[in-house]
């Protein structure tokens, strides 16, 4: 829309990590020059509301720290000295190194990495393009929701839940290892609505006094890791006093007399020894959800990014099939849509070429593959040869010693696509500047909602930036691969993508602003069944069939104790939650949001602070065998003693270490499918 002094408003998507994929609108001050920005109204889900650190957006495309020409290292790697070299230059060392690894090693010893920068269907997917068509390395992206995919999968059969529009209806919302104040204003936006009109509760649970939780009219404190425990002790009131829907589970679960005398063991003091929570406070809490006819189980990332994070996803997600509020107003549960998204990936990911015969290697698993742990590599090749698009793994990946350690191999030559000089492209022979969702063209999957949204781009690319796709593009035609997509504009790939799938044109979906493709399990009057062959939610899951690490894991829906448990050496549990000025380590450049944050802080109960002479404001270390680092301590009562909290991936230049959190976390893969348990770490603690 025109407006005065030539300022217009254009409608787009938000690219980031993050459930939401906001609708947004973007003033334009020129053609290269953003304003503020917006949520719009155009889309009922998120509903005109935007995170501050994206209202802020003209800082991060601004900056005057971005990247505007390619670099090529010329000092020692890691040292960070880099010279500016042309574009062409850029990609013909790149398309080199990858030519020379491949004639010495073979194709997969090349491995195209790619991670949560940018969640574009094609700026981030599009790499597999070259990746399936020169038989590189193929990636498993297991870094952020697997372990709660696979347990939700487990129970249900597919990524897919009710509509969380549907919390409009609710009496009770029931949040549950989630907080939304920080990580998904839109959800509380529906949460305050319901709670206003409705008079709806809401209920908090997780394992630090998160500002959803405080928010909460109830609030359940539990320690990390143990929140089956909880579930199971609820189912277990619920069958003992007659508030199971038997109708319901009969005609739609595989719940039989095993399962219930099974569930039927675990009583509330039972779970209040495991969990720290009082017993007759688990009682009030399963009375009041099972007594409830319109309640929605909201589950969120947190406490499933544990070593037993699938097996209690399963066990919290059966509470919402056992009282039978799927077939209820209101009712149902949702973790993450990513299932059932229909784009047609042959020209955006060049699907129709994968060669099943190519190795995968795990994307949280960089530091074991970069440093040449043979299971890690799956028996083949080393890695010599990278191009790493919307990834900051040095910061970011579990393990960081063992990344950054694999990163500065000098004979891996490594290239990383970016929009700044992040750790990891420090690390790197050379650098490209990488333009922002303002410069580029894309369609974002609402993995929180169940919308496409649509990303036309606003303004011209800042510098000397390329997008994603146009990398790709270029480095192809110097490897001789050929597919369709290469020849194509982003714009006639986006389009025959959403045309194949049925789901109109993409000038269409640009009017529009969002294409609903409908992934949803029907709640309520509609429910006819989870998205199982047989239409049965399963208590007794078939965990094998969900990844190669199901060794142990429950036959029934249960309570793991597999974590990484205190011990005397590390008598401290460490979880990391979101900051909410930074999304990962994207903003942590940015000047409002590192204002906001402020430097890293240790939160630890006054307890445990007593108990080692600690006071707010004391330097701390905490460390375990991977590593330590060191930062101020913060008194906190909102965590069971024992617990440990730091808010944010603060990069690593904030500790006097130059490595940050993620140094601690372990890089074993979750069972069943592999993923990183960033709140399942023990530590020590002491003055620093
Ligand atoms: S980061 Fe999340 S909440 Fe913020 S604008 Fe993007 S999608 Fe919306």
Redesign the pocket.
């Known amino acids: 829309m025109d407006g005065s002094l030539g300022i217009t408003t254009h409608r787009t998507?938000?690219?980031?990590?993050?459930?939401?994929?906001?609708v947004?609108e973007v003033e334009r001050l020129s053609p290269t020059r953003i304003g503020r920005?917006r949520?719009s109204h155009s889309y009922d889900y998120?509903a005109g509301?935007?995170?501050?650190?994206?209202?802020r957006y003209a800082e991060r495309v601004h900056h005057p720290d971005r990247l505007t020409h390619p670099l090529l290292r010329v000092g020692a790697k890691g040292e960070g000295h880099f010279a500016p070299i042309s574009w062409d230059e850029a990609l013909d060392r790149i398309a080199g190194a990858f030519r020379d690894a491949a004639a010495k090693h073979g194709a997969q010893s090349v491995w195209p990495y790619q991670s949560g920068g940018n969640m574009g269907m094609l700026q981030r997917y599009g790499l597999d393009r070259l990746r399936h068509v020169m038989r590189y390395s193929r990636q498993k992206s297991t870094i952020c929701i697997t372990p709660g995919e696979s347990g939700w999968k487990a129970g249900h059969g597919q990524a897919r839940g009710a509509d969380p529009r549907g919390i409009a209806q609710a009496d009770l919302i029931l949040m549950w290892g989630g907080n939304p104040v920080t990580?998904?204003?839109?959800l509380m936006h529906h949460i305050q609505q319901a709670r206003k009109q409705r008079g709806a509760k809401l209920v908090v649970v997780d394992a630090y006094r998160s500002p959803t939780m405080e928010a909460a009219d109830i609030a359940v404190l539990l320690r990390p890791g143990t929140d089956a425990a909880l579930a199971l002790a609820m189912m277990a009131v619920a069958l003992r006093e007659g508030r199971a829907d038997h109708a319901f589970l009969a005609a739609h679960t595989d719940f039989d007399a095993g399962v219930q005398a099974h569930i039927l063991l675990h009583t509330p003091e039972w779970a209040a020894e495991i969990t720290g929570i009082p017993a007759e406070e688990i009682l009030a809490l399963a009375r009041l959800y099972a007594g409830s006819d319109r309640c929605f189980l909201r589950c969120g990332v947190g406490f499933t990014r544990s070593r037993n994070g699938a097996a209690s996803i399963h066990a919290v997600s059966a509470l919402a099939v056992l009282n039978g509020s799927w077939s209820k107003p209101g009712g149902g549960a949702f973790f993450y849509a990513t299932d059932g998204w229909r784009m047609d990936t042959r020209l955006t990911q060049a699907s129709d070429r994968i060669d099943s015969a190519t190795r995968i290697l795990d994307q949280s698993r960089i530091g074991p593959v970069l440093t040449g742990e043979t299971a890690a590599l799956a028996g083949g090749p080393p890695v010599m040869a990278m191009l790493m698009q919307n990834a900051n793994s040095a910061d970011v990946a579990p393990d960081s010693h063992l990344v950054r350690r694999g990163l500065a191999r000098e004979d891996l030559f490594v290239a990383v696509h970016e929009q700044f000089l992040t750790p990891t492209a420090a690390l790197a022979d050379v650098v490209l500047p990488a333009t922002t969702f303002l410069e580029h063209d894309d369609i974002y999957r609402g993995l929180g909602h169940t919308a496409l949204t649509i990303g036309p781009r606003v303004i011209e690319p800042w510098g000397e930036a390329r997008s994603n796709s146009a990398v790709v593009a270029r480095l192809a035609q110097r490897l001789g691969a050929e597919h369709e997509s290469f020849g194509m504009s982003d714009v006639e790939i986006l389009d025959a993508a959403l045309q194949g799938a049925g789901l109109g044109t993409w000038a269409e979906a640009v009017a529009a602003g969002t294409v609903d493709v409908g992934n949803r399990i029907p709640a309520g009057a509609a429910f006819q069944g989870f998205p199982q062959p047989d239409g049965r939610f399963r208590f007794k899951p078939d965990w094998a069939a969900l990844g190669p690490y199901s060794a142990g894991m429950p036959a029934v829906a249960s309570y793991w104790p597999n974590v990484e448990a205190a011990t005397a050496e590390t008598p401290f549990r460490l979880i990391t939650p979101p900051a909410r000025s930074f999304?990962n380590t994207s903003f942590s450049e940015t000047p409002g949001s590192r204002k906001r944050e402020g430097a890293p802080v240790l939160l630890l109960h006054p307890e445990d602070a007593a108990a080692q002479g600690i006071a707010t404001g004391m330097q701390v270390r905490i460390g375990n065998a991977r590593g330590s680092i060191t930062l101020a301590a913060k008194l906190f009562d909102g965590l069971r003693p024992g617990v440990l909290a730091l808010e944010g991936i603060h990069p690593g230049t904030a500790f006097p270490e130059g490595i940050g959190v993620n140094a601690l976390v372990g890089a074993d893969p979750v069972a069943p499918g592999g993923g990183v348990a960033f709140h399942d770490s023990a530590v020590w603690l002491r003055p620093a």
């Open positions: 998507a938000c690219p980031h990590d993050c459930p939401s994929a906001c947004l920005v949520g998120t509301t935007c995170c501050a650190k994206v209202a990580t998904q204003v839109n999304l």
